[in-house]
């Protein structure tokens, strides 16, 4: 079949010709004339199988069908993605195949100053790519109208409602015009995806152009069983011993990440990593160099990660495995995309053996163990619990179609209370970019953890003096997190004020 024969418009055709393509993928093969018919649709493909040309291409002929009444140009058509980047990636092809037609697209995420966003929303676009959070940071402070919407896309719906997405969903929904097509693709079909399918869509048409939670067949996997504490030392052999000029490096945690960056950079191996707490910039920056060779290994985390758009990429590791054995088919689907040969090898120590499993119980198969000379793991080693990344340790999704947020993680909280402030839009496994990209947020203006920034005396109006004889500036060598049991403290300042003069205990007050 050709592209030809989908009835898609001469302008749409062209943009194809020009980006080298001639003939559909399946999934854009059987998404194309449904949502063309104007049929809502429920469609299941694997990333790199061409899905978002799959929706990109019908919408932009449905729109360019017929303009809007004169005035500002209304948002018809609404793109909802789980992260930065996958918008970026789609707002990217919306502007390469509809670059022949009338027709404005903006893109509109967290972690980004949002007056160029609103600037953008005034002048009107007809297709809008953004991230929830951000979409209704727009809506209330009323910059954004839905009202006019036509049709809305959901892309990885999976994703979303593992990153908690769901209450800000279904707030998005509640805005849009009951009458409009409504698109949702999905990597995977897990039970809360069919949930949210029911209440979203009408009499869908079902599109599965790859069997449910299955890896690609042109991905070659293998592990490396190893040591945890070589498995850094096992990767930079891997590499230079490949001679692996760019290869896609999974960890479970952010700190993970950083951490193995730097020590790959000690290696003499060009490094970057990638991950919530790294501003748009930064990551935008790390792709660049990434994708041009300028950096040989970018590391980073499941949902960074999530919709990168690499040509040919040949290598994906997975330094450590992923709680949520689904994952681990979203991260080796970054390799082997569009027809090309990939490879996917995983670095497992003896704590992620249940991990392997589970894994392998998802794919049905076995995946291939090669010992490596020299590396070959220690049997005394006993495992030991993993420490929790996203997900949680029991390797369940907690963010589900029934409005149930994943909880932040512990590892994002400092000993003795300290919250730190995150950069705007990074809430990376929590609910996405909304809280904390919001100017003023809940704790947008809070000092970043530094207890010692607040004046060191007259706390209650209490003199100065009255203080001197405890320990100066040590406020912070008490034990973390018991501020409020200070009975022990009390009795010894109460001991001490009888040593101290009547001035100073005419200042404190007496007790009956």
């Known amino acids: 079949m050709l592209f030809s024969e989908l009835g898609l418009s001469a302008e749409l055709l062209r943009a194809v010709s020009e980006q080298g393509y001639s003939q559909p993928t399946p999934i854009q093969a059987q998404a194309i004339p449904i949502v063309l018919e104007g049929k809502d649709v429920l469609a299941g493909a694997q990333t790199g199988t061409g899905k978002t040309a799959g929706f990109t291409l019908p919408l932009l002929q449905r729109l360019s069908a017929h303009k809007p009444a004169g ?8 793109v909802l993605t789980p992260t930065r980047e996958l918008a970026a990636q789609v707002g990217e092809s919306v502007n390469t195949y509809g670059k022949h037609l009338p027709i404005k697209s903006g893109i ?23 991230t929830p959070g951000r979409l209704l940071d727009h809506v209330q402070q009323r910059t954004l109208d839905l009202s006019q919407v036509e049709i809305l896309v959901l892309d990885e719906a999976d994703r979303m409602l593992d990153m908690g997405f769901i209450h800000d969903i279904r707030k998005v929904l509640a805005l849009l015009p009951k009458q409009r097509q409504n698109l949702l693709f999905s990597a995977t079909f897990s039970n809360e995806i069919k949930q949210l399918a029911d209440g979203l869509l009408n009499k869908p048409t079902l599109i599965e152009v790859a069997r449910r939670n299955t890896a690609s067949e042109r991905v070659e996997q293998v592990v490396h069983l190893v040591d945890k504490n070589r498995k850094r ?6 590499i230079g011993s490949g001679n692996w000029r760019q290869v896609l490096v999974f960890t479970r945690t952010k700190h993970g990440a950083n951490r193995l ?3 790959l ?25 990434f994708k041009k060779g300028a950096v040989r290994v970018l590391v980073a985390t499941d949902i960074a990660a999530r919709g990168l758009d690499i040509d040919q990429l040949p290598h994906v590791v997975n330094f450590e495995l992923p709680n949520v054995p689904e994952d681990y088919v979203h991260r080796i689907g970054r390799t082997g ?20 499993r589970d894994i392998e119980h998802l794919l049905k198969r076995d995946v ?74 809940r704790e947008g203006n809070r000092p970043s953890g530094n207890r010692d920034s607040r004046p060191s005396g007259n706390r209650d109006g209490r003199p100065g003096a009255n203080r001197d004889s405890r320990p100066s500036g040590n406020r912070d060598s008490r034990p973390s997190g018991n501020r409020d049991n200070r009975s022990q403290g009390a009795q010894r300042r109460a001991g001490g ?16």
């Not at 995420?109 to 790519?129: A, E, H, T, W, Y």
């Not at 030392?233 to 891997?238: K, M, P």
């Not at 910039?281 to 792709?287: N, P, Y």
């Not at 995309?337 to 392997?356: I, M, Q, T």
């Open 497 to 512: 004020q009888k040593a101290r003069s009547n001035s100073s205990r005419s200042s404190w007050g007496t007790t009956a």
């Open 337 to 356: 995309r569009a027809g090309n040969e990939g490879e996917a090898v995983s670095l497992v120590c003896v704590d992620e053996h249940k991990l392997l």
């Open 261 to 263: 960056a730097q020590q």
């Open 368 to 441: 291939p163990k090669v010992a490596i000379n020299g590396f070959e793991p220690d049997p005394s080693i006993r495992a030991e619990p993993i420490q929790n990344g996203r997900g949680g340790g029991n390797g369940r999704r907690t963010g589900n179609a029934s409005g149930q947020r994943r909880n932040a993680s512990s590892q994002n909280r400092r000993p003795g209370g300290n919250r730190t402030a995150r950069p705007g839009g990074n809430r990376e496994g929590a609910s996405g970019e909304r809280r904390d990209s919001r100017p003023g947020g």
């Open 265 to 289: 950079e000690m290696d003499g191996l060009t490094a970057a990593a990638i991950h919530g707490n790294k501003s748009q910039g930064a990551r935008t920056k790390a792709l660049a160099d």
């Open 71 to 78: 005035g500002r140009r209304p948002v018809r058509a609404l």
């Open 233 to 238: 030392e096992l990767l930079s052999y891997l």
């Open 108 to 130: 509109i995420f967290g972690g980004v100053n949002i007056n160029p966003q609103i600037s953008m929303l005034r002048k009107g676009v007809d297709i809008l790519v953004a």
